[in-house]
């Protein structure tokens, strides 16, 4: 029976890692299959893992047609049994309804990768169509982990080593480590522009604003972070 299956959980709890193994094994039994990302930290039409691993795939730009791209394919003799989408909390609400369609009229099997909210903790568009159409919603049982030990549960922006919880939806970056940069140097390499990382934490410090670049700086000393709360004020409104 095909179905359409949402795969979530934080930023490095392993969904790409999972989206290629899951490639892997469905082409090892020879059945066909297309492989799908948006905005993946390699670059354009690839799906790649923080583990190294990656794939050649195909972009998902705002105008693609998820129904059109397959029956056309299926037109020309291909054929296709599943698709693998990755960052998938970046689709838009239509892409999500033609994924379904596909499952329900051509039988494929969908395996939809994504974090379901946003470094704002709201809901992405895409996230939230996947959860209200899809077959299964299965969170990743690989947890991450806050600077503090707990399990992370929210996705946090992190700006010059700030947090922050306001702007554009959608920024690319990738999970920092906490350690400071000795100058601020984007993407492109120039001194100066913004260094956008993210960073996930547990609920408790994403809501004090505490990412481990913060903890740090109120530590007396490296090796004390601060767990009590009375260090971890909730920030002012």
Not at 82 to 87: A, M, N, S, V
Not at 93 to 101: C, G, I, N
Not at 111 to 120: E, L, N, P, Y
Not at 159 to 169: A, I, P, R
């Amino acid at each position: 029976m095909a179905e359409l299956v949402f795969f979530t959980g934080t930023m490095d709890c392993g969904k790409s890692t999972l989206a290629l193994q899951m490639d892997h094994n469905h082409a090892a039994r020879g059945r066909a299959g297309l492989i799908f990302s948006k905005h993946d930290r390699a670059g354009q039409a690839m799906l790649s893992s923080r583990l190294g691993l990656a794939r050649e795939g195909i972009e998902v730009t705002d105008d693609l047609d998820f129904w059109d791209l397959v029956t056309e394919q299926a037109t020309n003799g291909r054929r296709v049994d599943y698709l693998i989408c990755d960052e998938a909390q970046f689709y838009t609400p239509d892409q999500v309804e033609q994924l379904a369609r596909l499952v329900d009229e051509m039988g494929l099997d969908i395996f939809a990768f994504g974090i379901t909210a946003d470094f704002r903790a709201q809901l992405f568009p895409g996230s939230r169509r996947l959860i209200e159409l899809a077959d299964r919603t299965e969170v990743l049982q690989v947890e991450a982990l806050c600077w503090c030990g707990k399990t992370a549960t929210h996705n946090a922006r992190v700006v010059d080593g700030v947090m922050v919880v306001e702007g554009d939806q959608i920024v690319v970056g990738d999970v920092g480590d906490g350690e400071d940069e000795d100058e601020a140097a984007g993407s492109d390499g120039q001194v100066g522009t913004p260094v956008v990382e993210y960073e996930v934490l547990c609920r408790r410090h994403y809501m004090r604003r505490m990412t481990s670049h913060a903890a740090l700086a109120a530590s007396p000393t490296p090796e004390v972070l601060p767990f009590d709360l009375d260090l971890c004020p909730v920030p002012q409104r």
